[in-house]
């Protein structure tokens, strides 16, 4: 007979669902040391159900690479009317050919055609001065998001409005919104039906229609924000990453250390065995790009920023997941990318200063900064180059950063 799974500490009356209530990270980061203390990398939560959690290299190559076994209906994502449409609750067989559709619209070389749209839309909306990076992430994924789908000048206020309840804390982003959602719908079919040339309604007027343009709108938003924020906050306090050549490893490493998508869910179409685990069918099953990424097995140093770990290195094989991976890698990963390397373009001639905040990860729908996070943007002060910067820069956050519980910062 098989050991059983190992667990973290529990109530007995309610399982871990009072704990994953308050601070889900924690119940994942006990989970993973009790697991460790067993020598596995897969532990089991009582949460309304049971769910097992693994994060190891196998069991992601498993969840993820199985989309006969592991299906997307019937997971965490149907709670969300935002994400409870379209591809993401599409399952296989249905899934790959609906993927062919979309997928042309989203590569590298379609998202170099919103390039001059996004770098319009991200000058207009430049703070100066003092500003709160997470606030302003926000409203500058509104802005790029409100340009390149619907052709919009100015933020869409039918999409504002609508976007608004994902940024509150669990559980209002899950409550039901018709009123928002028959709006947001009717600005969708007007752009559908009159697509802005260059945008991606047209896109999405020859492939793919309403529901996957929405679904697409809301995944993309508070996953890109929280992690521009991330991003700036680290930027600011060495404006080495500001330089051209570190721009992509300082992406990838704010998406290793803080993935937006901190955890994800499936559900077993039948019994499976994966990395020793057995699971029997309707088994609630989750993958975990946080603890994936703060594996100590897979990488040196796990909790520390280190861009440049990407500077020469390669991610581990399953084991670097911010956008999922498999057939059901993120769908607009390059345009995340993109966003966030025309932000550090736009600021990478002027001076991004950290004045205090907290950078540590809270868990909500979305991987977020505690906050607030106060940065000070200005037009470079000519003695203040980016040679002699990061000293300055280390001292001064060395008084002033408060220190998150993971000894991130
Ligand atoms: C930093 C930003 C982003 C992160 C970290 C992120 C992360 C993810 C992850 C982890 C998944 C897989 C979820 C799962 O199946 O368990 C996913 C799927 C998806 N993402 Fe993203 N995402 C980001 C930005 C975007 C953007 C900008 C868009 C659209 C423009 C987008 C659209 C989608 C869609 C449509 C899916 C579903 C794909 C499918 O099921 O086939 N995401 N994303």
Redesign the pocket.
Known sequence: MKAPLPSPPRSPLVGHLGQWGINPLGVLEKGALAARASGVSTFELKLWRRALVGYSPEWNRGV?GDLETFR?RG?L?ELSPYLNA???Q?DAPE?RP??KI?NPG?TKSAMNDLHTGMATSIERSLPRGDFDAIEWASTVVRAV?SSTFLGSEVIDPVLDRWLGPMEQPLPIPFLPRPIRFRAMNVRLEAALADPPPGS?AQTFAAHGGLA?MR???A???D??A???AWLLAHAAQDPSLLDPSRHDSAIKET?RLY???WT???RANKDVTLDGVDIPKGELVL?S?YLTHRDPHLWDNPTAYLPERFDTGKAPAWGY????AG???????H??HL??RTVLEAIQSQTLRFVDGDLSPRAGV?LRPAGPLHLHLSHRDPDLTHRNAPRHYAAERSVRLRATPEGAS
């Open positions: 993820l997307s997971g994502s379209g591809i993401v599409t899934h609906q993927r979309l989203f998001l991606l996957e679904v697409a709108l995944a993309g938003y996953t890109t929280h992690t521009l998406l993935p937006a998508g994800g869910s499936r993958y790009p997941l911010p956008f999922a057939e059901r890698t993120c769908l607009g990963r345009y995340a966003l966030m979305t």
